[in-house]
């Protein structure tokens, strides 16, 4: 079964950076034509929308509660995708994942769970007071 694997998280002081990476678990899924997401699930809360990007890279979502400090992108020959993550807050704080859409070539950013069929385990950031 294909999944998605990220890295990049960790601990870091409040107000500092992280960069978090997507790619198949295996190498053998092709991000080409499907529009890619994150979310995260912070303890005690439901999974939530953070970021997403079209395949074409021409449109981007994102949660109010992380514009203007982070950014998503993509690399579609390296089969890549990534959340870049800068001035971390605390209630930041959650395990975070990726996920690919289930249709493919669609010109927008989806934004709901249901939009996505393919998700990753997720990895921890923390972020410290």
């Known amino acids: 079964q294909v999944q998605l694997v990220e890295s990049g998280g960790g601990l870091v002081q409040a107000g500092g950076s992280l960069k978090l990476t997507c790619a198949s678990s295996?190498?053998?899924?092709?991000?080409?034509?499907?529009?890619m997401g994150w979310f995260r699930r912070a303890p005690g809360k439901e999974r939530e929308f953070v970021a997403s990007?079209?395949?074409?890279?021409?449109?981007?979502s994102y949660a109010d509660s992380v514009k203007g400090r982070f950014t998503i992108s993509r690399d579609n020959v390296n089969n890549t995708v990534f959340l870049q993550m800068d001035n971390l807050k605390p209630e930041d704080t959650a395990v975070y994942y990726c996920a690919a859409s289930r249709s493919r070539g669609s010109p927008s950013s989806p934004t709901l769970q249901d939009d996505f069929g393919t998700w990753g385990q997720g990895t921890q950031v923390t972020v410290s007071s």
């Open positions: 990007i079209s395949w074409s890279r021409r449109s981007s």
């Open positions: 295996d190498g053998s899924f092709s991000f080409i034509g499907y529009g």
